[in-house]
């Protein structure tokens, strides 16, 4: 890729103007304007809510080195594709008169650091030093899909494969490193983004951050083509196998797609991809015989797969057994950019920006019903704005609160409910410090 360029705007502002990137077929001039933007970020956008969200309950206080929102990143990529990293804002009203201001396209969060960002030239020592653990899982990373990444048609037909990812990391990090509060955020296009919020998880380190991407990501074995997971599975990959994947895989990779599955073994391409992936040329040559012609070509993709499974195992090869297992994870465990997960200094899409290849906006989601979210339906600043024409909301209205009359309020008032449950989590865990110095110095 073209290194980038780099331009000052002035002293507060550190520019990059990326190499340009290639801009999807379809008109979407009714979907995402300067003029929507101006819309959204002067009457819509929950800057308030933001700011809730990231100071953590610190937003009101005086001293910065206690305010984690002033001392939070915020990146814009406005117009043009010019850059601008090392923003922050005090409050909501800033956030808000810097989105009106500069109209950014795309808006990015980065770390907390150890001063504001703006100052960040002044001192010798300036580093994050908190900072949500990022999941970002992109379609791009699913090699099998028959996916035009450039469609959004397409990504949208593929979004069960994200529903999948999002509720198996939900399982993964609520069982087994016991967090509690996980923001799924719809990336506007083909991708979800997983914010871990709790609060040992903003001080992890790079190297724990890395330990956990890890082990959320089972290395691919590029010759085969294959996840490579060791016998006997690990107690986390059974249970997501058991209650998830390998439903899913026969469910929905298998099924077809008049019924909204993928059809991978109603296919030429789909039938070679996954005998590929087992790596018997002769079982490889069997079955693509077999399923081309007569009854074999008129069985379903789920019967197709039950009799190569059950041929495999009539081979009494355990190693070659083993191998249809990680065709499965192959097919359905989450793909991390792990990247993002490693690096405290990450910056990734905010939740609530628009995604300019589409207009929609990037709003939260459960992942327990990730399944029933329907990217299609996701407003976008054309939607926003009819909605705002047809309930003629009033201009006495404060910035910010009219969101509850459009299409984004069920997504506001969830995320409303997950800053509870934060805020909850928060004053609970202040009650038990004091708590326990009252004791130390009793005990004292």
Request: glycine share 6%; with cysteine; proline share 5%.
């Amino acid at each position: 890729m073209e290194a980038s360029k780099r331009q000052r705007v002035d002293d507060q502002m550190e520019v990059e103007e990326p190499a340009a990137v290639v801009k999807p077929s379809g008109n979407l001039e009714e979907e995402f304007s300067e003029d929507l933007l101006r819309l959204y970020y002067g009457r819509i956008f929950p800057a308030e809510l933001m700011c809730k969200w990231l100071g953590y309950g610190t937003q009101n206080e005086k001293s910065a080195a206690d305010n984690l929102l002033c001392r939070r990143e915020f990146s814009f990529t406005i117009a043009q594709d010019v850059y601008i990293r090392y923003l922050s804002f005090e409050n909501a009203d800033a956030l808000r008169k810097g989105l009106c201001a500069q109209l950014p396209h795309k808006i990015d969060i980065g770390a907390v650091f150890t001063a504001d960002p703006r100052d960040h030239k002044k001192f010798k020592l300036f580093e994050p030093v908190q900072r949500e653990f990022l999941i970002d899982i992109d379609l791009t990373d699913y090699e099998f899909l028959d996916c035009d990444v450039k469609k959004i048609e397409t990504c949208d037909r593929c979004w069960p494969i994200m529903a999948l990812a999002a509720r198996a990391l939900n399982q993964i990090l609520v069982k087994d490193f016991g967090f509690e509060h996980l923001l799924f955020v719809y990336s506007g296009r083909r991708g979800i983004h997983c914010w871990v919020c709790d609060s040992r998880a903003r001080v992890m380190p790079n190297d724990v951050r890395s330990a956990v991407a890890d082990y959320l990501s089972p290395k691919l074995n590029a010759a085969t083509g294959r996840l490579s997971i060791a016998q006997p599975m690990h107690p986390s990959l059974r249970r997501a196998y058991d209650d998830l994947l390998e439903p899913f895989f026969k469910e929905t990779i298998l099924g077809c797609e008049s019924e909204g599955g993928f059809g991978e073994l109603d296919k030429e391409a789909g039938q070679v991809r996954l005998l590929d992936m087992l790596g018997d040329d002769d079982v490889k040559a069997r079955f693509l015989e077999s399923w081309s012609r007569g009854a074999g070509a008129a069985q379903s993709g789920l019967e197709k797969w039950n009799n190569l499974v059950k041929h495999v195992h009539s081979k009494k090869n355990r190693a070659l057994s083993s191998v249809l297992d990680e065709i499965i994870f192959s097919y359905t465990f989450p793909r991390l950019d792990v990247n993002v997960s490693k690096g405290m200094n990450h910056l990734l899409k905010s939740p609530w920006a628009c995604h300019p290849k589409t207009g929609r906006v990037c709003v939260p989601i459960d992942a327990a019903m990730a399944d029933k979210f329907e990217p299609w339906t996701v407003p976008t600043l054309r939607t926003i704005s009819e909605d705002m024409d047809k309930v003629k909301l009033g201009s006495n209205a404060a910035p910010g609160k009219e969101i509850y009359d459009t299409g984004l309020a069920p997504y506001v008032q969830y995320m409303d409910r997950f800053l509870s449950r934060i805020g909850d989590a928060a004053r609970a865990e202040k009650v038990r410090e004091i708590t326990a110095n009252k004791q130390s110095s009793l005990d004292f």
